[in-house]
């Protein structure tokens, strides 16, 4: 077979690292490279393994295995997926459902098609500890287009690519002398946040945030000492596997919420985070409620997590929790109308707002009137923002009809406003 490459396409293909990425717009040939590329390490050793994944097994079936036949003239087994060459190299086609079921393959490399689909680094990491077969070269390479600051962006772009990876990019005009007049003509026409992404190649754009009116740009600002006599306090999200996110805040006096630091850290003791939640100097603060079920058994004894917190010195309230989707439609107005702030110092809790998306919704009659649903990945520091809003800023009731002016109602419920001011600034002070 003969196929006439682009440059970047080269770059990819013909990569000398270990673990390429062709992260680039439409229309620049990224199935193609990949498929070039599973062709090229099957061909440079004879009797090599390799799997070519995606996310979806319908995307696997109707677009991946299509092209690949198209383009190859080989034929993939319906039944088993996959494509014996005629050196006794195969090629393995599977979706993200199916990799559990390789962990006992030895294999000479691996690609993920469309590789943005996946909301982490799971699938990556896993597939590279499959890369121990004898073969000429081993690599493992991922192509498709950018969608944000998410995992691909951290290991790639994000402080440049690591020693053994590489990065090429590429914009939809790059290749503009293989694509139709009329088909670059269309493209002019799209929303600009689509163009951004898929025609420019923009690492900035991101398809279905949650946080949808976040901007880095907008919310974002230089550390300040915060006054005294505001109200602080922190937000706790436990974890152990997943990190342990806590989140302080300060608020001013016209309700507008300063984040001013956090704490984020995986597979430590419930004593590490209480000592490091003490040495910022507040010992009592709001987390999510599930942490008061019972379910730590000591001795005859049975506790919840926030027992174990309060025992090394921790006070915790649980939040206050309204549906999901409720909760992070009052976020977004706050983000909206500028009362959210956030110190330039918090990474990991800038990162979270500028990443939490929605899962992705199928096209099909059993989907189509789901309701949306988060990801439930990296959104620690996202879902302690949620509590704080839902608890400090309640959903406003029906307020209550007041008496006519100068009736004795209207006397008892001025009375009544004037205790609760004193009360609050008491409270504040």
């Not at 099957?42 to 295995?65: A, H, M, W, Y």
């Amino acid at each position: 077979m003969k196929f006439k490459l682009t440059e970047k396409q080269t770059q990819f293909v013909g990569a000398f690292e270990q673990f390429p990425a062709y992260i680039a717009a439409i229309g620049t040939g990224k199935s193609t490279a990949l498929i070039i590329k599973a062709l090229f390490h099957s061909q440079e050793s004879p009797g090599n393994l390799g799997v070519i994944v995606r996310k979806n097994f319908t995307d696997l079936r109707d677009s991946t295995i299509r092209d690949f036949e198209t383009y190859t003239g080989f034929k993939v087994s319906e039944q088993k997926k996959e494509c014996t060459l005629p050196n006794g190299s195969a090629i393995l086609f599977r979706h993200g459902d199916e990799l559990p079921v390789l962990k006992n393959l030895n294999l000479g490399f691996f690609g993920i098609e469309q590789a943005e689909e996946f909301p982490d680094s799971t699938p990556w990491e896993f597939l590279k500890m499959r890369l121990r077969r004898q073969v000429k070269f081993r690599s493992g390479f991922l192509v498709g287009n950018t969608n944000g600051h998410n995992w691909i962006y951290d290991i790639w772009k994000k402080n440049g690519s690591p020693a053994n990876h590489s990065l090429i990019e590429a914009r939809t005009e790059d290749h503009k002398e293989f694509l139709p007049a009329d088909y670059l003509k269309n493209l002019e026409t799209l929303p600009r946040a689509l163009y951004n992404r898929y025609v420019l190649n923009s690492w900035d754009e991101a398809e279905g945030l949650v946080y949808s009116e976040y901007r880095d740009n907008e919310h974002v600002i230089e550390p300040y000492e915060i006054p005294e006599s505001w109200e602080r306090g922190f937000v706790l999200d436990h974890g152990f596997r997943n990190p342990t996110a806590v989140l302080w805040y300060a608020i001013d006096y016209d309700g507008n919420v300063i984040l001013y630091d956090e704490h984020y850290e995986a597979e430590k003791p419930v004593s590490y985070h209480a000592e490091c939640i003490k040495r910022r100097g507040l010992t009592s603060g709001l987390s999510d409620p599930s942490i008061f079920n019972k379910t730590q058994s000591i001795g005859s004894f049975v506790l919840s997590i926030a027992d174990e917190y309060r025992e090394h010195g921790i006070n915790l309230s649980p939040s206050i929790r309204e549906t999901e989707y409720a909760a992070i439609a009052r976020v977004n107005e706050f983000f909206k109308a500028g009362r959210i702030k956030i110190f330039k110092t918090l990474i990991n809790t800038r990162q979270e707002f500028g990443n939490w998306k929605w899962k992705p919704k199928r096209i099909g009659a059993n989907v189509t009137n789901m309701p949306e649903e988060p990801e439930d990945y990296a959104n620690h520091q996202a879902d302690n923002l949620k509590y704080l809003i839902q608890s400090r800023f309640p959903s406003s009731t029906k307020p209550e009809p007041r008496g006519e002016k100068d009736s004795l109602a209207y006397y008892e419920r001025h009375v009544e406003m004037l205790n609760h001011r004193r009360e609050a600034v008491r409270s504040i002070w």
